[in-house]
Structures are given as structure tokens and as C-alpha cells.
């Protein structure tokens, strides 16, 4: 593939100059994933100081997504979908691109034709649908303050249920489905849990509603939304708790409190308030540390340093020397752009020692890391949501003010289980071996660990998207909630 890309680039070079006006347009291309197409649709313009682009995806009913960075040197094109992990390039051959989609380091052949060229397109299935074998009842549950917000629950169908997942989200605005282009993650979710017997219980996050619009097809509420504190957020937990304890048919069902990476806060503040009965606590992607102390790590450059690592480091020695970084292999020529922005090996290694390691990211974080503290301190919200994470300045304050997991979960009694990758470029796996210690020093025996060598913060769920199979990570999740 790279010797013929280098052929077409030489071929073509010497009429790049004719041809680069007839890169602005419409371009048409279909991307087929494990035999499901998907239509994509790149709108570029050029403009006074370069091109820009957005993406539709009529499949999905997205329109307009903003394309981050569109680069055309009158024959080679790249766009750079950073959002959603994802890179096109391709080579111009008059009316069409020849080249490669790439998304969260898988790569897929994609030509694009000029206007509507490329003809009618049978609709495709969606990426993933809920299975027919699964009852979906939607809740309309009252909240610990009298606030009203819509759950819902995936029962297999035709099956007793002698136990039911609660999920607790992750940081953000999340809804029951958490919607995202070409799937909802909790119906792949559902179909996991309930495919070994297991119900599945998600929900709007207060102040939050399903939407339409890319990326996040969310509604949100500001107003409600600003409630989304997480001593609120464990009292929202517990009033859905008891909803489904009392429903006649569950009140003798287990609960499984299903915390995922903040959700594993939320989810050990419940057990530990100990207001509702909870039979199990699954932590995936746990939080050992209160949010500044996970903040200040994130930022101090080790999380892309796993993930980095992850991805480059071929001789394992936890740096990147330059051949590595220069690797043409597709995956690392994704994440080179993803992470690094295509920039100059040189120009990465900021303290000049010929490799790429945590003090070069550390050094490269920390100007941001200090902005951030400052924007919180000076009560920038606005900034916080647009450049950071959606969530208020109150939530992160309140977050920096909570005991951490890594002393609460001593006083829990409920069996806890913990579920983590260890590539996890998030929180570090080493905090699962530090709460091991800590529960033998005490003397208890209600923590199982379950580490995930080559799995990330989300425990590589994109693999179903290539295999149509949970990963080790994930599976192993679903049977433990079956097991218990």
C-alpha cells in the first residue's frame, strides 16, 4: 500500500496544479464495516487561508460535523476528525479519492466520488440495534428532590431475573441510550448483560435529555443541569434503587451497582451511605483518587504516555525513539496525527534526550494544567464546558473536596469488584494493586481485581465494531454479573 501511494503521488504530481481547484465540493463515499454500509458524505470549501470541511453521515441522520483539520497539497488529502478518533486520507485521481478511513487505529478502504456520483445507496442497518430477544421498558422515575427524570430498563426476554446492573455514568450530560453516531452504547451494553440473564438499568442524567445533534445527541437543561453534583448524583442513584426494589417483580432481585470511571465515585458513595440495599459494587475504570488529584495525573502528562506507549513503544522500554515514532505502520500513522498532531520528532522531544518520554509530555501539559486551575479558581465556567469537560465549576469544586475511593471503600462492606485495562490512560492501573494492599493491611476480604493486559479506560468495547465479539474485558463483566 505505501509503494502504490507513492506511485500515484509521483504520477500525479506533475498536474497537482490543475487539479486543485476541483478538490472543493461534494464528495461522496461508502464505508463498509463487516459487511454494513455506511454512507459519508465531505463537504469542502476552500477558503482565503486553506480549505475546511464538515462531514454528514445520512445513515445516521448527522449533518454538518465539523471536520477539525482539512489539508490538500494539490494531489494527497487529509481530513482529521479528532472528535470521534477518525482520519481520512486518499490520493485525487480527477473525478474521485483513493484512500483509507481510520478510526480509533483501525484502518478501511473508502473511495470518494465527486457529487453525488457514487450513486443510490441501499440503506445500511445501524452499526448496532437493540436485540429483539430484549424487553425495553422506559421509567419515569422521582428523583430525592422532587425532580423527575426518564430511565430505562432491558429485561431478556421470556427469562426470570434474579438480578439487575445499574449503570452509573461516566463524567458528562448522559442520557439512557448515550447516543453516539452509529450506535447508542448502552444498547450494546443491554445486549450483554441480558444476553446471560442479567436486566440493565440506565438513565437521563438529571437535566438531560435524548437529542438529534452530533456529536453528543443530548439535551441539556442548564439550569437542572447544574444540580449534576455528585453528593446529588449519589441521592439521584439511590431514589432509582428503590424504584426498582419497589416494583413487585424486583424486590427480591440483586442489584449491581455498575460504576463506570466517575460513576466508580458516584457508585462507591452509595454503598458506603448504605441507604439502599446494593448486593455488588462493579467499578470499571476505577477512580482510586479524589477528581484533583486525577486531574493534576492526567495532566501531568502520564495518561498519554500509556496511551502512547501503548501504540509506539515496540521495545517496551515506556519511551518512543524516533524510528518508532517514524513507523509508517497504519496504526501508528493514525495516532502520530491523533495524538501528536503529525508534529516533527524533534520538535516532540522537548527536552532533547532523542526520545519521547514522560518528561517531553509533561513539559508540554503543564502550561495547560495551570490554565485550568486558574480558569476553575476564577470561576470561568463557560470556558470549562467549551474546552474542557461539560460540567460546571461547582462540580468540580465539590469533586475536589470528596474523600477519595482509595480510604472510603474500606468502610464498604458490599463485595466490590474491580474491573480495569492496563493501558488505561485515564487512572492508573497501579492504583487497583494499591487498593489490594490497603484491603490486606485491614484485614478484609470483600475486593476481587480483575487487571486487562492490553485493554484501555473503556475496556477496548470498540472491538465489537470490528469483531462482532465483547472484549476479554467486557465479557468477563457480564459473566461475573451472571455468576454472582
Same mark, same amino acid.
Given at each position: 500500500?505505501?509503494?502504490?501511494?507513492?506511485?500515484?503521488?509521483?504520477?500525479?504530481?506533475?498536474?497537482?496544479?490543475?487539479? *486543485?481547484?476541483?478538490?472543493?465540493?461534494?464528495?461522496?463515499?461508502?464505508?463498509?464495516?463487516?459487511?454494513?454500509?455506511?454512507?459519508?458524505?465531505?463537504?469542502?470549501?476552500?477558503?482565503?487561508?486553506?480549505?475546511?470541511?464538515?462531514?454528514?453521515?445520512?445513515?445516521?441522520?448527522?449533518?454538518?460535523? +465539523?471536520?477539525?483539520?482539512?489539508?490538500?497539497?494539490?494531489?494527497?488529502?487529509?481530513?482529521?476528525?479528532?472528535?470521534?478518533? *477518525?482520519?481520512?486520507?486518499?490520493?485525487?485521481?480527477?473525478?474521485?479519492?483513493?484512500?483509507?478511513? $481510520?478510526?480509533?487505529?483501525?484502518?478501511?478502504?473508502?473511495?470518494?466520488?465527486?457529487?453525488?456520483? *457514487?450513486?443510490?445507496?441501499?440503506? +445500511?442497518? +445501524?452499526?448496532?440495534?437493540?436485540?429483539?430477544?430484549?424487553?425495553?421498558?422506559?421509567?419515569?422515575?422521582?428523583?430525592?428532590?422532587?425532580?423527575?427524570? $426518564?430511565?430505562?430498563?432491558?429485561?431478556?426476554?421470556?427469562?426470570?431475573?434474579?438480578?439487575?446492573?445499574?449503570?452509573?455514568?461516566?463524567?458528562?450530560?448522559?442520557?439512557?441510550?448515550?447516543?453516539?453516531?452509529?450506535?447508542?452504547?448502552?444498547?450494546?451494553?443491554?445486549?450483554?448483560?441480558?444476553?446471560?440473564?442479567?436486566?440493565?438499568?440506565?438513565?437521563?442524567?438529571?437535566?438531560?435529555?435524548?437529542?438529534?445533534?452530533?456529536?453528543?445527541?443530548?439535551?441539556?437543561?442548564?439550569?437542572?443541569?447544574?444540580?449534576?453534583?455528585?453528593?446529588?448524583?449519589?441521592?439521584?442513584?439511590?431514589?432509582?434503587?428503590?424504584?426498582?426494589?419497589?416494583?413487585?417483580?424486583?424486590?427480591?432481585?440483586?442489584?449491581?451497582?455498575?460504576?463506570?470511571?466517575?460513576?466508580?465515585?458516584?457508585?462507591?458513595?452509595?454503598?458506603?451511605?448504605?441507604?439502599?440495599?446494593?448486593?455488588?459494587?462493579?467499578?470499571?475504570?476505577?477512580?482510586?483518587?479524589?477528581?484533583?488529584?486525577?486531574?493534576?495525573?492526567?495532566?501531568?502528562?502520564?495518561?498519554?504516555?500509556?496511551?502512547?506507549?501503548?501504540?509506539?513503544?515496540?521495545?517496551?522500554?515506556?519511551?518512543?525513539?524516533?524510528?518508532?515514532?517514524?513507523?509508517?505502520?497504519?496504526?501508528?500513522?493514525?495516532?502520530?496525527?491523533?495524538?501528536?498532531?503529525?508534529? +516533527?520528532?524533534?520538535?516532540?522531544?522537548?527536552?532533547?534526550?532523542?526520545?519521547?518520554?514522560?518528561?517531553?509530555?509533561?513539559?508540554?501539559?503543564? *502550561?495547560?494544567?495551570?490554565?485550568?486551575?486558574?480558569?476553575?479558581?476564577?470561576?470561568?465556567? &463557560?470556558?470549562?464546558?467549551?474546552?474542557?469537560?461539560?460540567?460546571?465549576?461547582?462540580?468540580?469544586?465539590? &469533586?475536589?473536596?470528596?474523600?477519595?475511593?482509595?480510604?472510603?471503600?474500606?468502610?464498604?462492606?458490599?463485595?466490590?469488584?474491580?474491573?480495569?485495562?492496563?493501558?488505561?490512560?485515564?487512572?492508573?492501573?497501579?492504583?487497583?494493586?494499591?487498593?489490594?494492599?490497603?484491603?490486606?493491611?485491614?484485614?478484609?476480604?470483600?475486593?476481587?481485581?480483575?487487571?486487562?493486559?492490553? &485493554?484501555?479506560?473503556?475496556?477496548?468495547?470498540?472491538?465489537?465494531?470490528?469483531?462482532?465479539?465483547?472484549?476479554?474485558?467486557?465479557?468477563?463483566?457480564?459473566?461475573?454479573?451472571?455468576?454472582?
Amino acid at each position: 500500500m505505501k509503494n502504490l501511494l507513492k506511485l500515484l503521488l509521483g504520477a500525479l504530481l506533475s498536474i497537482g496544479t490543475l487539479q *486543485a481547484q476541483e478538490i472543493a465540493g461534494r464528495w461522496d463515499g461508502v464505508l463498509s464495516v463487516k459487511g454494513i454500509n455506511l454512507r459519508l458524505i465531505f463537504h469542502i470549501h476552500k477558503t482565503d487561508t486553506g480549505f475546511v470541511s464538515t462531514l454528514d453521515s445520512p445513515d445516521q441522520g448527522s449533518t454538518g460535523f +465539523p471536520v477539525e483539520k482539512t489539508s490538500f497539497d494539490g494531489s494527497s488529502l487529509t481530513l482529521l476528525l479528532s472528535n470521534i478518533g *477518525a482520519s481520512y486520507e486518499g490520493v485525487l485521481q480527477s473525478d474521485s479519492i483513493v484512500g483509507r478511513f $481510520t478510526q480509533y487505529g483501525t484502518s478501511y478502504p473508502m473511495t470518494l466520488v465527486k457529487g453525488s456520483a *457514487a450513486g443510490p445507496v441501499t440503506k +445500511p442497518l +445501524p452499526l448496532h440495534s437493540l436485540s429483539e430477544n430484549i424487553v425495553s421498558e422506559i421509567k419515569t422515575i422521582t428523583l430525592q428532590d422532587g425532580e423527575e427524570t $426518564t430511565g430505562r430498563l432491558c429485561l431478556p426476554k421470556n427469562r426470570s431475573i434474579q438480578t439487575i446492573v445499574v449503570a452509573v455514568h461516566g463524567t458528562g450530560p448522559h442520557t439512557y441510550l448515550t447516543k453516539r453516531q452509529g450506535f447508542n452504547y448502552y444498547d450494546l451494553l443491554a445486549d450483554g448483560f441480558c444476553e446471560n440473564g442479567v436486566g440493565f438499568f440506565t438513565y437521563n442524567r438529571r437535566g438531560v435529555d435524548l437529542g438529534e445533534s452530533a456529536p453528543w445527541y443530548d439535551e441539556v437543561d442548564s439550569i437542572k443541569y447544574a444540580n449534576y453534583l455528585p453528593c446529588n448524583e449519589a441521592g439521584d442513584i439511590e431514589a432509582m434503587v428503590a424504584f426498582l426494589r419497589n416494583d413487585p417483580r424486583f424486590n427480591q432481585c440483586r442489584i449491581i451497582l455498575y460504576g463506570i470511571s466517575e460513576g466508580t465515585i458516584i457508585a462507591s458513595m452509595v454503598a458506603e451511605r448504605n441507604k439502599v440495599k446494593i448486593d455488588a459494587l462493579f467499578l470499571h475504570g476505577y477512580a482510586h483518587e479524589n477528581m484533583y488529584d486525577i486531574i493534576a495525573w492526567q495532566n501531568s502528562g502520564e495518561g498519554v504516555m500509556v496511551m502512547a506507549n501503548s501504540i509506539f513503544d515496540k521495545n517496551d522500554d515506556k519511551a518512543i525513539d524516533e524510528q518508532e515514532y517514524a513507523s509508517e505502520e497504519p496504526t501508528i500513522v493514525a495516532y502520530r496525527r491523533y495524538l501528536f498532531k503529525d508534529m +516533527p520528532f524533534e520538535s516532540v522531544d522537548q527536552v532533547k534526550n532523542k526520545l519521547i518520554d514522560i518528561a517531553d509530555i509533561r513539559k508540554m501539559r503543564g *502550561a495547560f494544567h495551570q490554565m485550568l486551575m486558574r480558569k476553575i479558581a476564577d470561576n470561568e465556567g &463557560h470556558w470549562i464546558w467549551n474546552n474542557y469537560f461539560r460540567v460546571s465549576i461547582d462540580w468540580l469544586k465539590q &469533586h475536589f473536596a470528596l474523600e477519595p475511593n482509595k480510604t472510603r471503600l474500606l468502610r464498604v462492606e458490599t463485595p466490590i469488584y474491580l474491573f480495569h485495562g492496563r493501558e488505561d490512560a485515564n487512572v492508573p492501573a497501579e492504583s487497583v494493586h494499591d487498593l489490594e494492599i490497603r484491603f490486606e493491611a485491614c484485614g478484609k476480604s470483600n475486593l476481587k481485581t480483575f487487571l486487562f493486559d492490553h &485493554h484501555n479506560h473503556d475496556l477496548n468495547v470498540q472491538d465489537w465494531f470490528a469483531t462482532k465479539v465483547f472484549s476479554e474485558g467486557m465479557q468477563k463483566i457480564f459473566d461475573t454479573a451472571a455468576e454472582i
